[in-house]
């Protein structure tokens, strides 16, 4: 495992990309929450 294993630190640092191992400078970037649309009765 080295400079092109997507699963390690250095890995991620060479390409470029982040994970559980390498977490961005900012923090996690969390997904936008998904509100409940308007419930219509269902009779």
Not at 3 to 22: E, L, M
Not at 29 to 39: G, L, Q
């Amino acid at each position: 495992m080295g400079k092109g294993d997507k699963r390690t630190k250095k890995g991620k640092i060479t390409i470029g990309s982040y994970g559980a191992r390498r977490r961005p400078k900012g923090g996690v970037i969390k997904p936008p929450r998904k509100h409940p649309t308007s419930f219509a009765p269902s009779e």
